[in-house]
């Protein structure tokens, strides 16, 4: 199963400038395991040291917010997986 992640800009340094990468997996966290297995400095970056995701990120699934699933999310054969980085703060 293939499912393609849109690399933001934000990620984009730590992909070599990769805009899309083709991931495989049946779950948003499945992917994006095989995203960091590819890109393992963009891990800190998607990623909290207790392996749940960022506070600040809202992850996307065919353009929609895949929250409260998020990492358990099942994914499907040509699906699209975005991020979004959330402003915080005052």
């Given at each position: 199963?293939?499912?393609?992640?849109?690399?933001?800009?934000?990620?984009?340094?730590?992909?070599?400038?990769?805009?899309?990468?083709?991931?495989k997996g049946?779950?948003?966290?499945?992917?994006?395991?095989?995203?960091?297995?590819?890109?393992?400095?963009?891990?800190?970056?998607?990623?909290?040291?207790?392996?749940?995701?960022?506070?600040?990120?809202?992850?996307?699934?065919?353009?929609?917010?895949?929250?409260?699933?998020?990492?358990?999310?099942?994914?499907?054969?040509?699906?699209?997986?975005?991020?979004?980085?959330?402003?915080?703060?005052?």
């Amino acid at each position: 199963m293939s499912v393609r992640i849109n690399v933001p800009i934000f990620l984009q340094p730590f992909t070599n400038g990769l805009t899309i990468a083709e991931v495989k997996g049946s779950t948003i966290g499945d992917c994006l395991d095989h995203f960091v297995e590819q890109f393992p400095s963009v891990k800190e970056r998607l990623f909290r040291k207790n392996g749940k995701l960022l506070l600040h990120l809202d992850v996307y699934l065919n353009g929609k917010s895949t929250f409260p699933e998020e990492l358990s999310k099942e994914v499907n054969d040509g699906d699209e997986i975005s991020f979004l980085y959330l402003i915080t703060g005052g």
